[in-house]
Nanobody, 124 residues
Framework: VQLQASGGGLVQAGGSLRLSCAAS????????MDWFRQAPGKEREFVAA????????NVADSVKGRFTISRDNAKNTVYLQMNSLKSEDTAVYYC??????????????????WGQGTLVTVSS
């Protein structure tokens, strides 16, 4: 399985970006998908997760109301729509797939695959 993240870039505070993560393979629709981020000098943190069916999501408090996670199983792709961006959102964003299929969206799951990351820089 390969995860290819894209869509990062430089944006002004208050702006928007949409990240995409395209997955290879035929089992994409069986797995919850997650987004994480890591800012310079900080630990990686959970951003959002979406269930395999797309019916349940979990979004970190730090981005709730600004970020939305979605997926298109026909395209093997998960998205992260980021609105009202702040300078503190500057980070490398990673998509990840858990080890176990058909799981929930709560944090604490183990991950088997990670994308290569896409850099989001928000200028103030």
């Amino acid at each position: 399985v390969q995860l290819q993240a894209s869509g990062g870039g430089l944006v002004q505070a208050g702006g928007s970006l949409r990240l995409s993560c395209a997955a290879s393979g035929r089992t994409f629709s069986m797995y919850t998908m997650d987004w994480f981020r890591q800012a310079p000098g900080k630990e990686r943190e959970f951003v959002a997760a979406i269930s395999w069916s797309g019916t349940t999501t979990n979004v970190a408090d730090s981005v709730k109301g600004r970020f939305t996670i979605s997926r298109d199983n026909a395209k093997n792709t998960v998205y992260l729509q980021m609105n009202s961006l702040k300078s503190e959102d500057t980070a490398v964003y990673y998509c990840a797939r858990p080890i176990r299929p058909l799981g929930g969206v709560l944090q604490g799951r183990e991950y088997g695959y990670w994308g290569q990351g896409t850099l989001v820089t928000v200028s103030s």
